[in-house]
T-cell receptor
């Protein structure tokens, strides 16, 4: 079946270091979304990318969508303790059921002060 | 607006018992979803609905049933709970499909089946 894998599963950084998580889909995607889940909380939408090669920035966060629309990345510059949580990508397979996202396995980010 | 709410927040069941999880949204969204979240496996779609009176199977539907009798509510039922259904369950909703289809999640229900 269709799968979306994320690496790494877990990343521990010192505050101020950069962090990157990568998302890879087995199929071409119409779009990709990113969500953040704080420990004990629920996923919260961060951003959506639609176009091939698209790059979007939100303050210290940079999101990229691959040229082939099968991979994506989230890069955080100079991490802060408030960045702690699990980051999920979620892809909408091209030609698939509308709004039926496939979530990645997530990357848990720990930030040491 | 409360957004997406879920009841109950926690529940412990014995194997074979039944229960219903309730999800409610006040954003007039057409689409609603039930996910389960297990360690290391991300969020997996159980069932979803594209409108009042409609339901469809997701990735892991076995052992669950759903109903969407009212647009604002989406119920998830477990007829005969099994330990493998121990998980955190999230409900989500999203607006009518377009190019922008952000999902809004509820706070979750932590279910333990003994």
């Amino acid at each position: 079946g269709q799968q979306v894998m994320q690496i790494p599963q877990y990343q521990h950084v010192q505050e101020g270091e950069d962090f990157t998580t990568y998302c890879n889909s087995s199929t071409t995607l119409s779009n990709i979304q990113w969500y953040k889940q704080r420990p004990g909380g629920h996923p919260v939408f961060l951003i959506q990318l639609v176009k091939s090669g698209e790059v979007k920035k939100q303050k210290r966060l940079t999101f990229q969508f691959g040229e082939a629309k099968k991979n994506s990345s989230l890069h955080i510059t100079a991490t802060q303790t408030t960045d702690v949580g699990t980051y999920f990508c979620a892809g909408l397979p091209y030609g698939g059921a509308t709004n039926k996202l496939i979530f990645g396995t997530g990357t848990l980010l720990a930030v040491q002060p | 607006n409360a957004g997406v709410t879920q009841t109950p927040k926690f529940r412990v069941l014995k194997t074979g018992q039944s229960m219903t999880l309730l999800c409610a949204q006040d954003m007039n969204h057409e689409y609603m979803y039930w996910y389960r979240q297990d360690p290391g496996m991300g969020l997996r779609l159980i069932h979803y609905s594209v409108g009042e009176g409609t339901t469809a199977k997701g990735e892991v539907p076995d052992g669950y049933n759903v109903s969407r009798l009212k647009k604002q509510n989406f119920l998830l039922g477990l007829e005969s709970a099994a330990p493998s259904q121990t998980s955190v369950y999230f409900c989500a909703s999203s607006p009518l499909a377009g190019s922008y289809n952000e999902q809004f999640f509820g706070p979750g229900t932590r279910l333990t089946v003994l």
